[in-house]
């Protein structure tokens, strides 16, 4: 099987972008005044989800040969693993907050300005533009 450390990295960037959808989901229906970025965050989530999702089908395919920048690969799902867990810590009430809510419960709140949707945004395009040019190049 071809790529079984890439197609590694690439399920457990997945299992992280689905951590992330679920906490944006609860944010969804309890934060109201954020509704656009949240939902703009999803979707930028759920778009590299899909493409992740593909790249892990062909790594997995014994038919397959190797991506042929799999070692730029496993380096940028390494970083994008990172920042996905940093967006997650960053949803995630039970984590940073749980000491605080135990103390003083109050409403669950959106914890990004405008700005800081934009610039995470802009990164899941930037991945999501990596995994999908690698996808583009070991099918041409």
């Known amino acids: 099987m071809a790529g079984l450390g890439e ?5 457990a960037v997945l ?3 689905q951590e992330i959808l679920s906490l944006c989901l609860k944010y969804f229906s309890a934060v109201k005044h954020a509704e656009k970025d949240i939902k703009r965050l999803c979707n930028e989530i ?3 989800h899909d493409v992740l999702k593909n790249m892990k089908e062909l790594l997995e395919d ?10 730029l690969l496993v380096e940028q799902l390494k970083n994008c693993s990172s920042e996905l867990e940093d967006l997650k810590n960053t949803l ?3 984590q940073a907050r749980n000491a605080l809510r135990r103390l003083a ?3 669950l709140e959106w914890p990004f ?7 995470k945004i802009t990164m899941l395009n930037r ?7 690698a996808l583009t190049t070991d099918q041409a």
């Open 127 to 133: 991945y999501k533009a990596i995994f999908h040019f």
């Open 15 to 17: 299992q992280i972008s």
């Open 62 to 71: 014994s038919k397959a040969t190797k991506l042929r920048g799999s070692k």
């Open 46 to 48: 759920t778009a590299l």
């Open 113 to 119: 300005k405008r700005e800081g949707v934009e610039k």
């Open 105 to 107: 419960p109050r409403a």
């Open 92 to 94: 995630d009430p039970s």
């Open 7 to 11: 197609a590694a990295s690439v399920i």
